[in-house]
């Protein structure tokens, strides 16, 4: 019996060396509409999140807490979506879908790092609007530049640790063939599947990992917000209700964004969905939320759309 492609023998067992992604579909005409659609979508992902953190690094009257957090956030979007998207265009029309076992291994861990730390940073932000809200008198002291390196370096930490010990576990599995993965990119599950060894076991680890950075981050957001409306309803004017509220429905609106396609794609029983539809839900969701972050701040918020205005001028000043 022949060795499978990207696989070596070594004594009794053959060792995975590549893997391969299988294509969404084997139309052309499905594949072109799909990349020229991603491929748009990540192009206003870059250029979408790097005008949020120009603006908000130039523009001194966005160098608050708020917009700090969301300089993170919009640099964690930008790596987010590159560690899975180019991968997937290159890989469309290519012959050869594959991607090395270290190349895996890599994808996968800075996909489930950022992935962690962006749930941990959307809940760190909640908590500046909690404090902006329901504590405005004490937010310097609550929210300072101190606490915000804190938080968003305890968010990073997280996203780190965890997924060191996961990527590291599963991939010193054995894997002996097949080596096509079921997906667009690395992902756990999937890789999982081609384990040589019974992996029910490390699969629940990973379903509680994921309920924990996905679930208590989310609880905490929610918990935020419940004191936030609280505060809102309680106030006497009605445009100072208003107005509050707006400056939070921004990131309650890339918060639903985030989460929802998160629990459903990584939190609900995979027999719900068939595979293809988990892969372009995952798909869309590497991308979708990443694009429509920079809208929404831009569109909604005040502040950001008058330093937009300051940064044109001021080029055309210059010229």
Request: glycine share 4%; hydrophobic share 50%; aromatic share 14%.
């Amino acid at each position: 019996m022949g060795i499978a492609r990207g696989a070596v023998a070594s004594g009794n067992h053959t060792a995975v060396t590549h893997f391969f992604f299988e294509p969404f579909s084997n139309a052309l005409e499905i594949q072109i509409v799909l990349f020229f659609l991603v491929l748009l979508m990540y192009i206003s992902t870059l250029v979408g999140n790097l005008v949020i953190i120009m603006i908000s690094v130039v523009d001194s009257a966005l160098h608050s807490p708020m917009y700090f957090f969301l300089r993170n956030l919009s640099f964690l979007e930008i790596a987010y979506t590159s560690s899975s998207i180019p991968k997937f265009l290159v890989d469309s029309f290519a012959y050869d879908k594959s991607i090395s076992f270290v190349g895996c291994a890599m994808q996968m861990y800075f996909f489930g790092l950022l992935g962690i730390t962006e749930c941990c940073l959307l809940a760190a932000m909640a908590y500046d609007r909690y404090v902006a809200v329901c504590h405005p008198l004490r937010y310097t002291t609550m929210v300072s530049h101190t606490v915000c390196l804190q938080l968003s370096g305890a968010c990073w930490f997280l996203g780190v640790l965890v997924n060191v010990w996961q990527t590291t576990f599963i991939f010193t599995l054995p894997f002996c063939g097949p080596n096509i993965i079921n997906h667009f990119f690395c992902d756990q599950l999937p890789v999982l599947k081609l384990a040589c060894v019974d992996t029910f076991r490390i699969e629940v680890h990973i379903y509680i990992i994921a309920v924990v950075f996905i679930m208590v981050p989310f609880l905490l957001i929610l918990v935020s917000y419940a004191w936030i409306l609280h505060t809102i309803f309680n106030m006497p004017s009605a445009e100072g209700r208003k107005k509050t509220f707006s400056t939070c429905f921004s990131h309650l609106l890339v918060v639903t964004l985030f989460y929802v396609p998160a629990i459903v794609t990584y939190l609900m029983p995979k027999s719900s969905h068939s595979h293809n539809s988990n892969r372009l839900l995952s798909l869309f969701y590497s991308v979708m939320s990443p694009m429509m972050n920079p809208l929404i701040y831009s569109l909604r918020n005040k502040e950001v759309k008058q330093a937009l205005r300051r940064l044109i001028s001021r080029k055309r000043s210059l010229k």
